[in-house]
């Protein structure tokens, strides 16, 4: 089966933002409620939904922590002199790099959908509009993944694999394999799948993301426009981006181009490790113009791991509404959700918390990660200041309500 070359149901308001022109990059539909306010000042939680007393011996370890094994132990470059060629680089990842197509059963759906304005006008269009005529009843989006393990586990964006009835995977040589979801994890929009081989799949290690550098050599690969295995190469632009798509945003920008059909790509070190999965572009085109995103592996292979292990990914839950202050001396409570874990920890508007247990707090997006961290019905120490007072509260963390994107 031949990958589709471009989805035309994805709306204009989806590919085309606003400025900054922020849009996901994945050729297919994507879930509802992926585009987030760019300022996030808390998270106020669901009236009822917290989780009720705490077993005080549930630990407080992170749902997801960035645990050191998950990473590959640094290797000398493959490409270690300008580089003058990448093409060992992409002998050696090249085979665990899959090409994802998508499919819904879109009986149900009577309106046309409209050809998306980046395939409009192109040398792509009449082949698009052939496919679609071909396929009849179904809606195909594209994307990309990569092989973590000789059992068949990729990685991908949750935007590529959502709300899809058939996925298929094709691999570097041709070869094509159904595929089913193991978990995703909207939030962070990284999602498993599994596929089933006769025999052992190459796959690619994780590198440790926190020993890239600013101006680091990258390469991406994917499979922009549906066309199939493509690499491209650049530098690491900047770390820590925020494009507001999630409280957890912490990208990083690269140059290497990526276009629609990227998404849930790996982007390399040198060493060819994985350091990031391509998830995102600025683009007023539709097209690389040379500002992408990666989610880095610190973040990706923790939720990895445990979408392998349970399907989903349970997040902490305080139930405040934030704001953070002008210095760095910790984050206001202005709001507090009536029966949450807060009020029930007898936190009061005003409070400022400066740390949880032992962590200094400074932002409300570093509270917000440090409490979606922890396990629900754990118990951990708010140390905050109340008017002129300095006092340590225990408090139980409920369960992060699935629809709610603050804390």
């Keep these: 089966m031949a990958l589709p070359l471009f989805s035309d149901n994805m709306d204009d308001h989806e590919r085309f933002l606003p400025p900054p022109y922020m849009t996901r990059i994945a050729m297919g539909r994507r879930p509802a409620s992926r585009l987030l306010p760019l300022l996030l000042l808390g998270m106020p939680g669901l009236g009822g939904l917290a989780t009720g007393a705490c077993a005080q011996d549930v630990a407080t370890s992170s749902a997801v922590p960035p645990n050191p094994s998950l ?6 470059p493959v490409v270690a002199t300008g580089p003058l060629t990448f093409a060992p680089l992409v002998r050696q990842v090249g085979p665990a790099v899959v090409n994802i197509a998508v499919s819904q059963d879109n009986r ?3 309106s046309h959908q409209p050809l998306p304005p980046s395939v409009k006008g192109t040398p792509f269009e009449h082949r698009f509009r052939e496919r679609m005529r071909a396929h009849g009843e179904e809606m195909l989006g594209a994307g990309s993944g990569f092989l973590i393990d000789p059992s068949g586990v990729i990685v991908t964006n949750a935007h590529v694999v959502g709300g899809a009835d058939l996925i298929t995977v094709s691999l570097a040589d041709g070869t094509e394999f159904p595929a089913h979801l193991v978990g995703s994890d909207d939030l962070t929009d990284i999602a498993v799948i599994q596929i089933h081989a006769p025999h052992p799949m190459p796959f690619v290690p994780w590198g440790d993301s926190r020993l890239v550098n600013i101006g680091d050599w990258i390469m991406a690969a994917g499979n922009p426009f549906g066309l ?5 190469a650049g530098i690491v632009s900047a770390r820590g981006r925020d494009i507001g798509t999630s409280p957890f945003d912490d990208f990083l920008q690269i140059d290497a181009p990526i276009n629609p059909g990227n998404s849930g790509g790996p982007s390399f070190n040198l060493g060819g490790q994985v350091v990031a999965v391509n998830t995102a572009i600025v683009s007023p085109t539709g097209g690389s113009v040379g500002i992408g995103f990666g989610l880095p592996s610190e973040i990706v292979a923790p939720i990895v791991e445990e979408l392998r292990h349970n399907g989903h990914i349970d997040r902490g839950w305080l139930g405040v509404t934030l704001a953070d202050g002008p210095g760095h001396d910790g984050v206001q409570i202005v709001g507090i959700d009536r029966n949450g874990p807060a ?15 032992d962590e200094p707090i400074d932002t409300s997006r570093m509270l917000i990660r440090s409490i979606a961290a922890k396990r629900p019905r754990s118990t951990v120490v708010l140390h905050i200041r109340r008017r002129h007072d300095t006092l340590s509260l225990p408090a139980c963390v409920g369960h992060r309500p699935d629809e709610d994107m603050e804390d």
């Design 108 to 110: 149900s759906t009577t």
């Design 71 to 76: 990473f590959a132990a640094p290797v000398p």
């Design 228 to 232: 199939g295995s493509s690499v491209t």
């Design 343 to 357: 009020m029930k920890a007898h936190l009061h508007i005003g409070d400022v918390i400066t740390a949880v247990n």
